[in-house]
């Protein structure tokens, strides 16, 4: 009694642990057991089957083959010696070869069978002496004296050994059909041993896992579900109630742990309503702040817009009366005044391509038409076309190599392009040819377009500061525009997720190098809306298309652009960097340090 006690207390200290690793490894002792002398049952059971279907089955259908040839070899030598016919002793002669055969491959079927391949040798002895007594002597007796020669070996006592031969195979056949069957019997008490042992197996499995089942229950599901009750309860906000320890030891640690995490959750728990109410203080500061600074970026579009309409009016009054001077009074003033009329016509027809610019610049990500699929191949015929005439000027060459397909708005990328390659021909080396290449690679989720020239090239320094809105490296009579070209390519390039940048080449000439994303990359990405307007602008007060002259007969033979493009199209196919000559970009925000 004492001793049991013992071990009732013993079993009480184990872990769960180590007491699901004692049941298994009992329970795989057993299993283990019988594993390994199931293994050596299904061994014989599989040695069995072997020899039944792989040896007394094909040796029974060869003996009878064998029984075949000797009948065909009499047959044919009997034939002969009937007809003394040569054909009639082809059936002899097959059935020779075909006995040969089969005695071979019954002799490799009978290893570990010796009494059997005794008695195919007595067959195979027989059969020699037979054709040794009989049908070689009936053949030659036949083909020498004639057929009644050859009948004459073929009776009497030489008949007798043919019939003894096909007693010897009987009992061949016999021997082999002993020998199927003892095979059959030993491979079904195999089998039915193989199945005794399965059904143990299963029965030991099946009492391991009720056993184990019932120690889960008491062990684990019991204490397990008490404590869970205990947790609700606390997460329910019974914070002051505390857990009770029962079960194994894991469960005991695991009670006394969630206990001092109450503790804890309590004791924090001010802690974190105060910095709750902190964070949503901070929330909506920052909420305040992200409609504010909505609210300051629209007001800021609307501001550039509105102004841009209401600069041009009086710049074309001062544009249009200042030519209609130079027109009128041209060579009837001093060359001073002449030089002063030029000035003024010179600075308003400049301020009008900086409004333009500035304007299209603001337009860009403000009207859309939507994504499309853009062939830059096609692209590019285009570009080359609108930059032809500053090709021309500057003797250059445009090439571009295989571009892919890609997502974008058409006439922004035009815009893109143009401005690129109109900068490249623009910023050229005095007396040597331009030369402009696009070439494109792809990148890891991305197309990385390269606009490559043979130019002036940049200082590494002022990389990043051609693409900043009217930032100017040269002065303006020396390459003219307003410096915005490039930064009208950047919010392109930017407004369709990629990026920009200059790269000075080695010797001589830049690349200006820009990224797209594929079409897979955008494929799990919202099309922007087919038409919408982000910002319904006013049409600026008091804004003209044609400057009011007192004299309308004198007024100048250029027309003026009217202020507005009507989509996003018209605004991003006018004249890329607001030149004066078509193709050439205005951006003269780049190459060298200026002197």
């Known amino acids: 009694m004492t001793r049991r ?81 040569q054909a009639d002793l082809a059936s002899y002669r097959s059935g020779v070869e075909q006995e040969q055969n089969l005695i071979a491959s019954m002799d490799a079927l009978l290893d570990g069978h010796p009494n059997i391949r005794r008695q195919l040798h007595v067959v195979r002895d027989q059969a020699q002496r037979w054709r040794a007594s009989v049908a070689v002597p009936a053949i030659e007796a036949t083909g020498t004296s004639g057929p009644e020669a050859g009948q004459a070996l073929l009776t009497g006592q030489r008949s007798l050994l043919f019939d003894q031969l096909r007693q010897s195979v009987d009992r061949l056949s016999e021997q082999i059909l002993q020998l199927r069957n003892q095979v059959a019997d030993d491979a079904r008490q195999t089998g039915n041993a193989l199945v005794v042992m399965l059904v143990i197996a299963a029965v030991v499995v099946l009492l391991a896992g009720t056993a184990l089942l019932t120690s889960l229950n008491r062990l684990v599901i019991g204490p397990v579900t008490g404590l869970a009750e205990q947790v609700r309860a606390v997460a329910r906000g019974d914070y002051e109630r505390s857990i009770e320890v029962s079960g194994p030891p894991e469960l005991a640690r695991l009670a006394r742990d969630i206990e001092a995490m109450r503790r804890k959750i309590s004791a924090d728990l001010a802690e974190v309503r105060e910095a709750r109410t902190r964070i949503e203080w901070v929330n909506s500061q920052l909420e305040k702040q992200a409609e504010e600074l909505v609210r300051s970026n629209r007001d800021l579009e609307q501001f550039a817009y509105v102004a841009s309409h209401d600069l041009q009016e009086p710049l074309r009054k001062v544009a249009s009366f200042c030519q209609l001077l130079q027109r009128r009074y041209a060579g009837q003033l001093d060359e001073r005044a002449d030089q002063y009329i030029a000035f003024a016509v010179d600075g308003a027809q400049r301020m009008q391509r900086l409004i333009n610019d500035l304007l299209a610049f603001s337009r860009i990500g403000r009207l859309t038409s939507g994504f499309t699929d853009v062939d830059l191949n096609r692209l590019m015929e285009e570009v080359a076309s609108l930059t032809e005439a500053a090709q021309e000027r500057a003797d250059g060459e445009l090439t571009w190599s295989e571009l892919p397909v890609v997502r974008g708005e058409e006439a922004l990328l035009t815009n893109l392009l143009v401005n690129l390659v109109s900068n490249s021909l623009k910023f050229r080396r005095p007396d040597v040819p331009a030369k402009v290449h696009v070439s494109a690679r792809r990148l890891d989720g991305e197309w990385e377009i390269t606009c490559q020239d043979n130019g002036i090239g940049i200082e590494p320094e002022f990389v990043d ?114 030149s004066a000559e078509p193709g050439e970009a205005d951006d003269t925000d780049r190459k060298e340090t200026p002197t």
């Not at 329970?27 to 072997?50: I, Q, W």
């Not at 051609?466 to 003219?480: C, G, N, T, W």
């Not at 009208?488 to 080449?505: F, L, N, S």
Request: net charge negative.
């Open 5 to 85: 006690l013992r071990l009732l207390t013993t079993w009480a200290t184990w872990t769960l642990h180590r007491r699901v690793t004692a049941l298994c490894v009992v329970v795989g002792l057993v299993l283990t057991g019988l594993a390994a002398g199931g293994a050596g049952v299904a061994a014989k059971n599989r040695d069995h089957l072997d020899i039944l279907l792989n040896k007394t089955g094909p040796l029974r259908i060869e003996v009878q083959g064998l029984l075949n040839a000797l009948v065909d070899q009499q047959t044919g030598v009997r034939g002969y010696a009937v007809s003394g016919v």
């Open 465 to 578: 500061k051609i693409f900043v809105i009217f930032q100017r490296l040269h002065p303006k009579d020396a390459y003219p525009g307003t410096g915005i070209g490039l930064a009208i390519a950047k919010k392109i390039v930017e407004y369709h997720d990629g990026r920009i940048w200059a790269a000075p080449i080695d010797g001589e000439g830049t690349a200006v190098k820009f990224t797209l994303p594929t079409a897979e990359a955008l494929a799990d990405q919202p099309a922007p809306p087919e038409l919408t307007e982000l910002a319904e602008l006013p049409e600026p007060a008091g804004s003209t298309d044609r400057p009011e002259t007192a004299e309308p007969t004198d007024r100048p033979e250029t027309a003026e652009p009217t202020d507005r493009p009507e989509t996003a199209e018209s605004a991003a196919r006018t004249d890329p960097g607001g």
